[in-house]
């Protein structure tokens, strides 16, 4: 896209900036050139940690706009503040990559859509786990026709403990309970995306959704939980699937990160698919297993690391702006996402199923 490394710039230094910024860190084709957070000491302490001595510290998102070495901003603001900033970034020309999920509504959505088709420039809703591994290398299996038509898919979610996760700032917990900041609650909708995202990737968009949300205080009290909590979702051509939220408060699950488990398991008319872990994992189980035609495969040449799904989301981004195609998600996917998303929130308030209107497009 142009002769040297692109300049990147990251607004929001919280605890997710770190897999963020792995990446960038590596590739010859990105450079950190700036970091923007209201607390410039804490984006000074990033630099420090990503070894960066010479980029710049900002603590407005107007100044690193208005720098000409940013070509793209990395946006990892609160799920409210995503709109704003994110037309910032398309008014100012540069391309943008916007985590998950885009905005807290479907009108928020249609304005940010509208711009990015207007800009010309490259925009991304930054989605990790269709980078998985593990889902990854299921996907390659289901083109292989290794389980024939998927018929069906059933997701889980599982919080858990962990001696080995990683500090979650109370500030990050603190905003995700506020539902005007949040959008919806932290496991159906801000860590639910992935798992829609997961659905859309496998079956297409739904055509009907219908939720149960319930909820669960944590032991030290630090959070609400939406859950239990199920999803169910129907598929045009008389496919279905689910997901399913559970909190296990004394459940210990192996992690550097999140302490959560997350499985899949996809059913064709030949076979069915499992795909083990996510955030973190429960034991030594293969990350990938195949049934079909009475025999049982097991792929344990696959990465479980949660890391590697964010270097390779920013890999394929990085190498589509140097050598042409699309990102994923595109502003228009990510629309599909979040309003798979919001029609679980929709069912759950209205205590009946919520048809989703097609609009076109597949994850498929």
């Known amino acids: 896209m142009q002769g040297g490394p692109i300049g990147v710039g990251i607004v929001?230094?919280?605890?997710?900036?770190d897999l963020h910024a792995i990446e960038y860190l590596a590739s010859p084709l990105a450079r950190i050139v700036a970091l923007c957070d209201l607390d410039t000491a804490r984006a000074a302490e990033r630099a420090a940690t990503w070894g960066l001595d010479d980029v710049a510290i900002e603590g407005d998102i107007d100044a690193l706009l208005a720098r000409p070495d940013v070509d793209l901003v990395e946006i990892l603001l609160p799920h409210h503040l995503h709109l704003e900033a994110a037309l910032k970034a398309v008014d100012a020309g540069k391309i943008v990559s916007l985590q998950k999920p885009m905005c807290i509504s479907l009108e928020e959505a249609d304005r940010l859509v509208a711009a990015a088709d207007g800009s010309g420039r490259p925009f991304k809703v930054f989605e990790n786990f269709l980078f998985y591994p593990p889902v990854v290398r299921a996907r390659q299996l289901i083109a292989e026709d290794a389980i024939g038509t998927p018929l069906s898919i059933r997701i889980k979610s599982n919080p858990g403990r962990s001696t080995t996760a990683w500090d979650v700032p109370a500030s990050a917990i603190a905003w995700r309970q506020r539902p005007e900041h949040a959008g919806g609650g932290p496991l159906v909708f801000d860590d639910g995306h992935h798992k829609f995202a997961l659905a859309w990737h496998f079956m297409g968009?739904?055509?009907?959704?219908?939720?149960?949300?319930?909820?669960?205080?944590?032991?030290?009290?630090?959070?609400?939980?939406?859950?239990?909590?199920?999803?169910?979702?129907?598929?045009?051509?008389?496919?279905?699937?689910?997901?399913e939220i559970v909190h296990s408060p004394e459940l210990e699950i192996a992690t550097r990160h999140y302490a959560q488990d997350d499985r899949v398991e996809i059913t064709g008319s030949k076979g069915v698919i499992w795909v083990n872990g996510g955030h973190g994992r429960l034991s030594d189980t293969a990350p990938v297993v195949l049934y079909r035609d009475g025999a049982l495969t097991e792929f344990r040449d696959v990465a479980t690391g949660w890391e590697q799904s964010f270097v390779l989301s920013t890999r394929h981004f990085l190498e589509v702006l140097s050598q042409g195609g699309r990102p994923v998600l595109t502003a228009r996917e990510g629309r599909q996402v979040l309003r798979f998303a919001l029609a679980a929130l929709e069912s759950a308030r209205l205590g009946r199923p919520v048809p989703v209107a097609a609009e076109g497009g597949s994850g498929v």
Request: hydrophobic content about 35%; glycine content about 12%.
């Open 205 to 243: 968009e739904p055509e009907e959704v219908h939720a149960f949300i319930g909820q669960t205080e944590t032991a030290d009290r630090r959070e609400l939980l939406d859950a239990p909590s199920i999803v169910s979702f129907r598929f045009p051509g008389n496919r279905i699937g689910n997901l």
């Open 12 to 17: 929001g230094t919280g605890r997710i900036s």
